[in-house]
């Protein structure tokens, strides 16, 4: 492992310590950061008997929450993601949710609003207008999922950061919180959030978000997979209370970075 590899990086609390360090050696050798744990290197981490579910659970849990940080502290909040040109944006874009196309339960935009909640100064709900009267952001970017599949598409919205500015949020504070309307959730660091190439997106293709697509607004992020962006979002919370969210509760990995 490099020595520039531990650089500490602001706005994370969670530098390791040196024992830390000693522990990401090791187990950095035994290659459990490069690929998928064998049970041997299991056994030889936790000491418990493999063939133990609950254990084995228990030692993956803390190890994710583990990986999660390593992650955090890892990512660099000045790194941009690659962008593409107009001629490669498949149009329109490729649907995915926990349900089918055929369930989506449109928004109804006319008395639709994006609530705020948590360490945030000024929480009166926004209305699309006055989203639309914010400074446009324009960003051509690859959507990962994690299924396998993935398309390189054009949103164009407010920039998150200077929405979190403007409504008084606590940037010092850990997590935003995202909830959708078909509720589902999600959430992310706050080094995420404020990413230049993080934002809340209104339109795709430069037109407006189609129903499947998240309208009237969604999150779209650089720096996540797919599943870390909510669309059809109703509300977003500043908080320091880890938010998890739907798939992040069912073991996808909470940091999810790209
Ligand atoms: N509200 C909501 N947002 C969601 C999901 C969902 O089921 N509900 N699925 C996520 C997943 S897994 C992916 S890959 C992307 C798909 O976005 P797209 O349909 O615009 O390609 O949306 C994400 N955001
Ligand atoms: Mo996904």
């Not at 398309?151 to 010092?172: C, M, P, Q, S």
């Amino acid at each position: 492992m490099s020595g520039s590899v531990f650089r500490p990086r602001g706005g994370i609390d969670q530098a390791p310590l040196a024992a830390e360090r000693k522990l990401i050696e090791t187990i950095e050798r035994r290659g459990v950061l490069k690929g998928a744990v064998s049970l041997g290197a299991l056994t030889f981490l936790s000491g418990c008997d493999v063939t133990n579910e609950r254990s084995v659970q228990s030692v993956l849990t803390a190890m994710s929450a583990w990986n999660d940080k390593v992650q955090a502290w890892l990512f660099d909040p000045n790194r941009l993601a690659p962008t593409f040109t107009l001629a490669e944006v498949v149009d329109p874009p490729r649907y995915n949710a926990y349900y089918q196309i055929e369930e989506v339960r449109p928004v109804d935009i006319s008395s639709w609003k994006l609530e705020l909640a948590g360490m945030i100064g000024d929480k009166r709900p926004w209305t699309p207008a006055q989203l639309a009267a914010m400074p446009q952001q324009d960003m051509i970017i690859r959507h990962v999922c994690v299924e396998g599949w993935d398309y390189v598409g054009h949103w164009t919205g407010v920039n998150l950061k200077t929405f979190l500015e403007r409504i008084g949020a606590d940037l010092t504070a850990k997590f935003i919180a995202f909830r959708s309307y078909d509720g589902y959730v999600s959430s992310l660091d706050m080094a995420s959030a404020l990413h230049p190439q993080t934002m809340l997106a209104t339109h795709y293709a430069g037109r407006p978000l189609t129903e499947p697509f998240g309208a009237p607004l969604r999150l779209r992020t650089a720096v996540k997979l797919g599943f870390k962006n909510p669309k059809w979002l109703t509300s977003i919370e500043v908080t320091n209370a880890y938010p998890g969210g739907y798939w992040e509760d069912r073991g996808y990995n909470w940091f999810s970075g790209m």
